[in-house]
């Protein structure tokens, strides 16, 4: 399997790409984001792995060129820590985010994780059903594409995933926990913030379709539908509920012309 490897510190693009190659990666680097975009277009990587500070072209804007064409998944490794660092990387389309500095386990078992996602389980998932369907969306597995009332909707690899996972289990609840150990394929570790960025997203993409996400409430705990009771006043406890008076004119007229007063008479 190939990785991409961006990054202009050489120092730690050579530690990285000797741990990678003990663990059979064949790893291509680049120092400046122009060489990164010049090399992912002419071969074929499974994963690459993004510094945002490199010279020429920056990172982002580099991941902006890469996804207007491929879904295949990034992984940022910054030493920008900020949450709105990690929200625009990650609304951009990375699918991971690692600060630095870092553990090569960790970045190992990241690189595993995602690489897994897009192979073997994506792969599963098509044999099983091939078209997913709801509303106005459908969801092909075999070629990896989302398509609203025929016109195509582009989506991330994380957000393709999660749109998989709801459309599977329309009826189902899930924690944050939930979605990040079955999306990301990892342990959660209390990162939140990958997950609610990743729904907004996805949730701005698919327009319309708002309320179906709403109704899911992918990244909630608990739903909080209850039914609607009314209130003491108005019910009837332990008794029959009154009924309605009938004026004694209508039930009997000429009763009521009896009982009425006549002029003349004594009392």
């Known amino acids: 399997m190939k990785i991409l490897l961006v990054e202009d510190d050489m120092e730690i693009s050579s530690m990285l790409k000797n741990f990678l190659m003990t663990e059979n990666y064949e790893v291509i680097t680049a120092s400046d984001g122009e060489s990164a975009c010049g090399k992912f277009f002419s071969d074929e990587f499974c994963l690459v792995l993004l510094d945002l500070m490199i010279p020429k072209i920056n990172g982002m804007e580099v991941m902006r060129k890469i996804r207007e064409s ?6 940022i490794v910054s030493a920008k820590d900020t949450d709105s660092d990690k929200t ?7 699918d991971d985010y690692i600060m630095k500095p870092f553990s090569v386990t960790e ?5 595993k994780a995602n690489i897994r996602r897009t192979t073997q389980y994506a792969a599963a998932a098509s044999v099983q059903q091939p078209v997913l369907t709801r509303g106005a969306l459908t969801m092909d597995l075999n070629d990896h594409s989302v398509t609203k009332q025929g016109r195509e909707i582009e989506l991330t690899a994380k957000e393709f995933e999660i749109l998989k996972l709801l459309l599977q289990n329309p009826k189902k609840v899930y924690t944050k926990e939930q979605i990040y150990s079955l999306v990301w394929n990892d342990a959660y570790l209390g ?6 960025v990743h729904i907004s997203r996805l949730r ?10 709403c109704f899911c409430a992918a990244f ?18 332990g008794r029959d509920p009154p009924v309605p008076a009938v004026h004694l004119s209508k039930r009997n007229p000429d009763k009521a012309r009896a009982d009425q007063p006549q002029a003349g008479r004594d009392f």
Do not use: H, Q, W
């Open 70 to 75: 491929s879904t295949v998944p990034f992984i």
């Open 88 to 94: 625009l990387g990650l609304g951009l389309g990375a």
């Open 107 to 111: 970045v190992l078992a990241r690189i």
């Open 191 to 196: 990162d939140e913030n990958a997950v609610n």
């Open 204 to 213: 701005t993409k698919i327009e319309d379709n708002l309320m179906f996400f």
């Open 220 to 237: 909630r705990a608990y739903r909080n539908a209850r039914r609607m009771v009314p209130p003491a006043r108005d019910r009837c406890v």
